[in-house]
């Protein structure tokens, strides 16, 4: 049977690569024939990762869009990664249903209160309830957590499935930890996540740098000097590091802004780290409270007094350090890695 991936990115941005990308060779495997449109090419992502906006590259996203639709009936399945065209009416999704094309919908992020929390009032008046109308017209929707799934099943959504953001266990190897005169502190991420949650740390990364020499942190996705302290280590992100880079830490941070929005985030960073078999400490924050389980796996903070302490008790005590690391680990192979969940995508697409 022929499937048709409606994503958002190419897999060059996590968001597609995770939810969609990495699922297509387990598809082929299992007899599917995969083809996917992203909505945004790479040429756009490289320009918005670099801060740029290139309104000819979105004007041609939304005109390559159109054509692709004139092509669903190809297509035994259908899977849109979020909605067909952002910013507009949900009329494209409200066509499929009314000719009987089945499509399922598939959200990592509460990109509704894009629309309904917008400050903008013509938004939050026209587009308001745009995507509980992508869930209603849809034959399923996928979330990657509860907050999403609670949301689609107020929307109206005929069915909801609860799929978490995973990794490929395979990808990750568990760290040894070996004695080193470095204790690394480590985050990965993007630009814009980085501006919205771990620049307001820097207050807290710096103080506990000025009094300990041997702390380090090391910031995956950022190339330029963000003036975070002397003991701080860029580097920039590619996939085929990622896993390479985070084993050199000690501790994960996923630091979050309390949020309607961040409720609706899938806890990835920690799913990383956990992989790797490295304690995570995290905000008191949505998804976050289900993959850190407390002093089992890492550690959920509410103030910049206990990051610094909970990042010096792991620092400070290795057994406990190792242990939490073996949990998470676990955990993630029993829930958050593609290969538990990629049987359940299938599931979901022969019903639906």
């Excluded at 939304?62 to 065209?85: A, G, N, P, Q």
């Excluded at 996928?142 to 609670?150: D, E, H, I, M, R």
């Excluded at 990383?272 to 008191?284: E, L, M, R, T």
């Excluded at 850190?292 to 959920?300: A, Q, R, V, Y």
């Amino acid at each position: 049977m022929k499937i048709l991936y409606l994503t958002k990115y190419t897999r060059m941005a996590g968001s597609s690569r995770m939810r969609s990308f990495q699922y297509f060779p387990y598809l082929e495997k299992a007899g599917w024939i995969v083809t996917a449109k992203p909505f945004f090419d790479d040429a756009y992502l490289k320009d918005f990762y670099s801060g740029k906006k290139n309104v000819f590259s979105v004007l041609k996203s939304y005109i390559r869009r159109f054509f692709v639709l004139l092509t669903v009936s190809r297509y035994d399945r259908i899977v849109i990664e979020k909605e067909i065209f952002p910013f507009l009416p949900a009329f494209a999704e409200k066509i499929l249903a009314i000719f009987r094309v089945q499509y399922i919908a598939d959200y990592d992020d509460a990109i509704f209160h894009n629309y309904d929390q917008s400050s903008n009032p013509a938004i939050r008046k026209f587009l308001g309830n745009k995507i509980a109308k992508v869930m209603e017209y849809s034959s399923a929707v996928v979330a990657g957590n509860s907050y999403l799934a609670k949301y689609a099943a107020k929307s109206g959504a005929k069915k909801v499935e609860i799929i978490p953001t995973v990794i490929d266990i395979n990808r990750y190897q568990p760290k040894q930890i070996k004695d080193t005169e470095k204790f690394i502190v480590g985050w990965i991420g993007t630009k814009t996540t980085f501006e919205k949650h771990l620049l307001p740390c820097k207050k807290w990364i710096k103080e506990i740098q000025e009094k300990n020499p041997d702390i380090w942190f090391h910031i995956i996705g950022i190339t330029d000097d963000m003036d975070f302290g002397n003991q701080v280590k860029y580097i920039p992100w590619s996939e085929k590091t990622e896993a390479e880079e985070i084993l050199k830490m000690d501790v994960g941070i996923m630091p979050l802004q309390d949020s309607l929005w961040e409720k609706g985030k899938c806890a990835y960073k920690l799913i990383q780290y956990s992989a790797c078999g490295i304690p995570g400490i995290a905000s008191d924050v949505g998804m976050n409270k289900e993959v850190t389980i407390e002093n089992e796996t890492g550690f959920l903070v509410r103030s910049e007094n206990e990051w610094i302490s909970k990042i010096l008790e792991l620092k400070n005590n290795e057994s406990e350090r190792k242990q939490m690391g073996a949990n998470a680990r676990k955990l993630v192979e029993e829930k958050y890695c593609i290969q538990v969940t990629a049987d359940k995508w299938q599931e979901v697409l022969m019903e639906n």
